[in-house]
């Protein structure tokens, strides 16, 4: 199965990365002063808000060179001209995969994607420790994903936390009733509903369909996964979702502006 090779890889480089970098080397430097201060100092980007309007649709656009399921997206992979791209055209926020193996992400692209843009920022990756939190408040994410169905309620509940004290979002990701309980009783303040099956990588866009109605009222959600159509994402709005993201469609667009458009239902041009 993909998505157990996927987490023997993450753990093994994150063992490697322990050993280069100790947690409390880590812990340190996040909390240094000078590192703390230029957080503090630097422009809120509240992920959470920037998703929650509910006046417009909000797209969470994703910069992954590759993907388990489609192989090697785009070969022209640019992530800062992309990322402007997605601020150009009207994206609510960033997601930025961080995996290397699979899809072809690095944790660096955070930090340089920060320079060229003024929206939060995603840190998309298979997290399940303490360890990758630290990682991203150094990296300078204003966000990161958890995947209810990899953790325990505890350990959800104990990330999210530190989440908070770090001044970062948790996005909870879900996949089942039984995920959304376990994600709503660690505390989420922020779902995610993925549409693709993690063990077969098949996309159902009824999976969200059916999980939205147990969602309480002034949680946000995230429809993620298998979104390609402006209708689609009216469909879901018109069932109080406002928040999408979309990343393989628009990585495989040969006009990045003009499919975002398109799924905002605007017109716009990409300035030369």
């Not at 990365?17 to 100092?41: D, Q, Y």
């Not at 998703?51 to 070969?75: D, H």
């Not at 879901?236 to 458009?261: P, Q």
Request: glycine share 4%; hydrophobic share 40%.
């Amino acid at each position: 199965m993909i998505l157990n090779e996927i987490i023997v890889h993450k753990k093994k480089d994150l063992e490697e990365l322990k050993t280069r970098f100790p947690l409390h080397r880590l812990r340190e430097a996040v909390e240094h002063s000078e590192h703390r201060e230029r957080r503090e100092a630097r422009p809120i980007r509240p992920f959470r808000k920037a998703v929650s309007n509910s006046a417009q649709l909000n797209l969470i656009c994703e910069l992954k060179k590759a993907s388990p399921s489609e192989g090697i997206l785009r070969e022209d992979f640019q992530p800062l001209r992309i990322a402007s791209m997605f601020e150009y055209a009207g994206a609510a926020a960033i997601s930025v995969l961080t995996e290397s193996h699979y899809f072809k992400g690095r944790p660096s692209y955070l930090k340089t994607v920060r320079q060229v843009t003024h929206i939060p920022l995603l840190r998309k990756d298979f997290i399940f420790e303490t360890y990758q939190l630290y990682e991203t408040a150094l990296l300078e994410a204003d966000a990161f994903l958890l995947i209810a169905s990899l953790l325990t309620e505890s350990e959800l509940r104990n990330l999210i936390s530190l989440g908070r004290d770090l001044t970062l979002d948790a996005l909870v990701e879900v996949h089942s009733e039984e995920d959304l309980k376990k994600a709503l009783a660690a505390g989420a303040d922020l779902i995610g509903i993925n549409n693709r099956d993690l063990k077969t990588l098949e996309v159902d866009p009824e999976r969200a369909k059916k999980l939205i109605p147990h969602i309480p009222k002034g949680i946000p959600v995230v429809v993620e996964s298998g979104l390609t159509r402006h209708e689609e994402l009216m469909e879901y709005k018109s069932l109080g979702i406002h928040a999408f993201l979309v990343g393989t469609c628009i990585m495989k667009s040969e006009d990045i502006v003009a499919k975002i458009c398109e799924l905002l239902g605007k017109d716009k041009k990409w300035r030369r």
